[in-house]
């Protein structure tokens, strides 16, 4: 999961070394002039974007929905007259040509058919599908139509008064019905997406208060104040100078603008799986929200100077949905890295895993919304073409298969398991569950985030490779291991809650302090932290605790007293912040408990870089740790494994394994329960390749 606090700062920097478009260098606009199709510069009707707020009831149910399919009442086949199936299909789309019309007029429209080669500029509408049914009539070749509300409304909003235009809209443009059509079409998704002159996104219908109107104005505002400071100012002197946010003519941090930003960003369209793709691989993209519009690149470039100024975490309340905040984080990242030469191809795991949090109607398009943003080389190496025809648990069967043996590691199993998955049918334990869409699943221990894609910090067996002779038999995954271990103890989980993830720092708070502090004292009992005995390499137990903490990814500048350091003096901090509302046994026990690990009153007098970077640690530790817990072996090593585990489990080294595996034994089969971290055999010190002996997973 890609976050905030560690990429924005990045991200600027990089930002700082590549030119920036020439359409982000003007001053912010609302929108450019519309252009017909013929390319001709077209004046934008002063009352043209009106309809959207006479309709403000618009329903924008959440969701996406190329895998959705309505009654042939609502989609007449008579009205394709010509399949866009075999080769044809895969070289030629349909495209809507809007015939002109004022705002409440009926809209009419036609059909036609349009070689993705031939260079017809045509735009591609980008909008939620939603959950809601097909209630509202147009004209299409001469006859009844019929499409969703907000279909219609981003229609009417896009259509100009004089002249036609040519849009591509996919409940129009492909045949729902036809599955064999979806099948051929959905794989030119990226094509016609690229090959558009322009995307519109229609958000949906602005509130009465306009805060879409006032979000958009405000992020112009913040991207114009970055331009004019220079890509290399410190964003932090924003939020600390009230004359420096005047200058600028950024609101004060009291301003409710600040708020409507965070209305903003839950419209149901931000957590749609094709708007990733959709908006990734775009020449010009622009939201428009009932009457208001922006640049897409004035959006995103707004949004990292709030968030990296920390303008954003001055108002605790702006942010309500982490979860809309994290998906538009991540859809700006991808963004990012799509489009810039020096940054890798992305592969299709890295972007399954990124992406977890999108939405779709239909449980197939999880995958297939994100095979287009592939290279060409991973594009080739899967062969994972869309079926329709197929229920969901059989296709994510299918991609894992493929993705384990087009892989010389085992790196997929390691993908956490979400807590509660929607009922999309039976997986195997191996096979990743992408069907949800709520952030109840753990961050994965094992990858370090660089530049939006992932990198593997261990290799508890050796750098092996996954043995040619590995079987996958239906739905049973045979691979070679060595039982290494068995959880002997299992402590309290760290549940993200209390946390107040929709910011990229933390906001402490007395509930959410004592919560942390509870569990990581929790978890200094059950390792035995305090206790004398020499940990099973030799190490002090205090500071293996304080290592597997933070998974022992400390950077060759930091000792392990400065580790300490660090770690003490935010945890103090906590404490503090505890008993600034917190009185009685509960404090005092809490505060006994710091003193006597460490947590001198002295750490305090640390330089304030030193908190700062604590403050860092900190956060990292809790988003590494969420939905995880601690555990201790039988052998008395120490660990972070799942949710799910529980004593009696098995810690598995396999074959190909960068990390070791949990496992329940079911007779002579096993479990898949997830990946862990267990301090002292992450560097392949344990595993033994004489001692692997084949492992059924189920």
């Known amino acids: 999961m890609l976050r905030s606090s560690f990429l924005l700062p990045d991200i600027l920097r990089q930002l700082a070394d590549v ?51 309505a009654s042939s009442l609502f989609y007449p086949r008579s009205t394709y007259m010509k399949r866009l199936s075999g080769e044809f299909g895969k070289q030629n789309v349909r495209l809507l040509r809007v ?28 909008y939620c ?42 409940a129009i443009c492909i045949n729902q019905e036809d599955v064999d059509e979806k099948n051929c079409q959905v794989p030119l998704m990226r ?11 229609w958000l949906g219908p602005d509130e009465e208060t306009k805060p879409c109107e006032r979000a958009f104005s405000l992020l112009g505002i913040l991207k114009s104040a970055c331009l004019k400071l220079g890509w290399s100012f410190n964003l932090k002197q924003l939020a600390a100078n009230p004359t420096l946010l005047g200058a600028y003519n950024i609101p004060d941090v009291d301003d409710p603008t600040w708020r409507a930003i965070g209305q903003l960003i839950q419209k149901p369209w931000f957590g749609r ?32 100077v709030g968030m990296n100024s920390g303008l954003f975490t001055m108002r605790p309340d702006a942010f309500p949905n982490s979860l809309a905040y994290q998906q538009v984080i991540q859809l700006i990242m991808t963004c990012y890295c799509f489009n810039n030469p020096q940054i890798p191809a992305f592969d299709l795991p890295t972007l399954l895993e990124s992406h977890r949090l999108a939405g779709a109607v239909d449980s197939k398009d999880k995958i297939y919304a994100l095979l287009g943003l592939c290279d060409s080389v991973e594009g080739q190496k899967y062969c994972i ?24 590691t085992l790196d997929l199993l390691g993908i956490p398991k979400a807590l509660i998955t929607p009922n999309i049918g039976h997986l195997p334990s191996w096979v990743p569950d992408w069907s949800t869409c709520t952030w109840d699943f753990a961050s994965s221990l094992c990858f370090k985030t660089i530049h ?58 007395p509930t959410f302090a004592v919560h942390i502090l509870a569990i990581i004292h929790d978890w200094a009992v059950i390792a035995g932290s305090r206790s ?167």
């Not at 933070?550 to 950077?555: P, R």
Request: hydrophobic share 40%; glycine share 6%.
């Open 385 to 408: 073409l869309p079926d329709y025809s197929l229920p969901a648990p059989e296709v994510y069967t299918a991609v894992a298969k493929v993705l384990l043996e087009k892989s010389s």
């Open 532 to 698: 004398r005995r020499t940990y099973p390499t030799g190490e002090d137990i205090a500071d293996v605790f304080a290592r597997t903490l933070y998974l022992n990814d400390f950077s060759s500048e930091y000792t392990m007293e400065d580790v300490r350091d660090m770690f003490n003096t935010f945890s103090y901090r906590m404490i503090e912040t505890a008993m600034s509302a917190l009185e009685g046994i509960v404090t005092r026990k809490l505060l006994h408990w710091s003193e006597s690990n460490g947590f001198l009153l002295a750490r305090m007098t640390l330089k304030a870089s030193g908190i700062d970077r604590g403050r860092v640690m900190i956060e990292d530790l809790f988003f590494r740790m969420i939905q995880r817990r601690m555990v201790v072996t039988e052998k008395g090593y120490i660990g972070i494994a799942p949710r799910l585990a529980k004593e009696g489990d098995c810690i598995v080294l396999v074959k190909g394994g960068r990390v070791p595996l949990i496992l329940r034994p079911e007779e002579d089969q096993w479990e898949l329960l997830g990946d862990c971290y267990v301090h002292g055999i992450m560097r392949g010190e344990a595993f033994d390749e004489s001692k692997c002996t084949a492992i059924r997973i189920v």
């Open 19 to 69: 030119a920036p478009p020439a359409s982000i260098l003007a001053s912010h606009t609302p929108v450019e002039p519309r252009r017909d199709v013929t390319g001709s510069s077209l004046t934008e009707p002063k009352n043209r974007l009106r309809w959207a707020d006479q309709h403000r009831n618009l329903r924008t149910d959440s969701g996406s929905g190329l895998g959705s399919s």
């Open 129 to 170: 599908w939603g959950n809601q049914l097909p209630t509202v009539e147009i004209s299409c070749d001469g006859k009844p139509f019929m499409v969703t509300e907000n279909l219609a409304a981003a229609i009417r909003t896009f259509r100009l008064e004089t002249t036609t235009i040519l849009l591509w809209a996919d």
């Open 273 to 304: 799986a094709w708007i990733i793709q959709e908006i990734a691989v775009s020449r010009e993209a622009y939201l428009h929200c009932g009457s208001a519009s922006i640049r897409w690149t004035d959006f995103y470039i707004g949004f990292l």
């Open 99 to 126: 015939l002109p019309g004022n705002l409440d007029d009926y809209i009419s429209c036609d059909l036609e058919y349009a070689s993705l080669v031939s260079n017809t500029p045509y735009e591609a509408v980008s």
């Open 191 to 201: 094509q016609i997406y690229e090959r558009a002159s322009a995307i519109r996104v």
């Open 452 to 509: 939006g894609r992932y990198h593997f910090s261990f290799d508890a067996a050796k750098t092996s490779e996954v043995p040619k002779h590995s079987i996958i038999q239906g739905n049973t995954l045979e691979l070679s291991g060595q039982a290494f271990d068995q959880i002997s103890k299992a402590g309290r989980v760290m549940d993200p809650s209390l946390a107040n993830r929709g910011s990229d720092q933390f906001q402490l708070n």
